[in-house]
Structures are given as structure tokens and as C-alpha cells.
């Protein structure tokens, strides 16, 4: 298990995830290199989820498989238990950087909390946590594996491969204008809240910071 084929989606952030990868890539490509600072010339390969690939998502063991990579310092099943991040997008660029990408379309989806019941997965989980947090030297006392749990496991794994000295990125989509999801119609929204969420998990400048993006679509430039 690991891979997961999905039905071409008809709503949220699950529907532009597919859109913009497999219709309009370049335009995705290109916000990413304005965010990150990449050159011009490099080009990303996206590798899910891909319409030839029955949309599918990966996740745990499958999602490194997929970009082709080995965690040789500190293996997945070290750091992470089994059902890990599903990730909404995996890509890999030309100059061998890897991106990992976390998508939404309204303000609600950033609400999430730690669903693991095995005390031995929640005690590998927080510990994951407790580790990236430490890296990161933030000092909030707020617990990472709620509200906002689905960020914060984003950035665990992040720091995973980084850990393991792979040249990994992560970068959030905002979609701007899905109102049939009654989302944000402008960026100032989105960053009013990830700013809420940033204060409540302790979280300002960090060491990883120059490895995350966010990038904000308005899905009216897709349709």
C-alpha cells in the first residue's frame, strides 16, 4: 500500500491539484521558481498526480519510492509510522530538487488533528514532531499534533529529508476563488490565516524557512 488512485475530482483543492499538473504545470513551475529563487532554466517534472497514472497520491514507504530516493541517515519507518502525509503532489526538478506539495481551497482545510490510536505510532509521531520543532528552535509549549496537525507533519517530513541531505522543498497552493468551496477570494485571506496559524504553533524565521514556499492560484487563471 502506499499508492492511491483517485477519480478525477470534481470540487476543492483536490480538483486544481489535478488541473494545474497535468494541464498547466508551467504556470505552477514558474511560481515556484519566483518563490523559491530558482533558476530560470530549471524545470520541474511532476510525478503525481498524474492523469496517465490514474491520479494517484503516495504516501508512506511509496512516496519516496516515488521520487526516487533513499533515506539512508534516518529511514521512514525510524521517524514516521505506517498512514503518514498523502501527499496532494510529488515532484522533481531538473537539477535533482524534490517538492512536496500540501494544497487548499478554503480556510477550514488547515483544521486538522493527529488521528493515529496505536500509543506506539503517537509516541513515534510526537517525537517526529518534538524533533522537527527542536531543529527549527521553536520553543512554544503548543502541542504540533493539533489544531493544525496536517501542516505540522508537513514540515516533520520535510525536515526529514533534509535530515538525510536531500535538496527537499515544500510548497503550500492556496487556490484563491474556488466559492464553490466558499474560499478566499484574495491572498490577504489566506495569509491572515496562515498567519494566526504560524503565531499559534510558535512558529517565525527558521532554518528551513528558505525550503518552503507558499503559493497562492487563483483558479480563474485555469478554467
Known sequence: MGRFPQPAAS???????????????????????RKLNLQKSEDIQ??????????????????????????????????WPQNGPQWDALGKSSFGKLFLVEAKSHIPELISAMQAEDEESKAK?????????????????TKW?????????????????????????????????????????????WKGAITLLHSYLGIGRHKSQNFIADVFVDITRLE
Request: charged share 30%; net charge neutral.
Open 145 to 189: 499534533s493539533r489544531p493544525f496537525y496536517q501542516y505540522t507533519n508537513r514540515i516533520a517530513h520535510l525536515y526529514l529529508l533534509r535530515q538525510n541531505e536531500l535538496p527537499a522543498h515544500l510548497v503550500f497552493i492556496y487556490f484563491l476563488n474556488d466559492l464553490e468551496m466558499k474560499g478566499p477570494t484574495i491572498e490577504k485571506e
Open 11 to 33: 470540487k476543492g483543492s483536490q480538483k486544481w491539484v489535478q488541473i494545474i499538473i497535468n494541464e498547466k504545470p508551467e504556470f505552477l513551475n514558474e511560481e515556484i521558481r
Open 46 to 79: 511532476w510525478l503525481s498526480p498524474l492523469k496517465c497514472d490514474e491520479y494517484a497520491e503516495y504516501r508512506d514507504q511509496k512516496f519516496v519510492e516515488r521520487l526516487g530516493i533513499s533515506l539512508r541517515r534516518i529511514p521512514l519507518a525510524d521517524f
Open 125 to 141: 509521531i510526537q517525537k517526529g514532531l518534538e524533533d522537527t520543532k527542536d531543529f527549527l528552535n521553536i520553543r512554544a509549549e
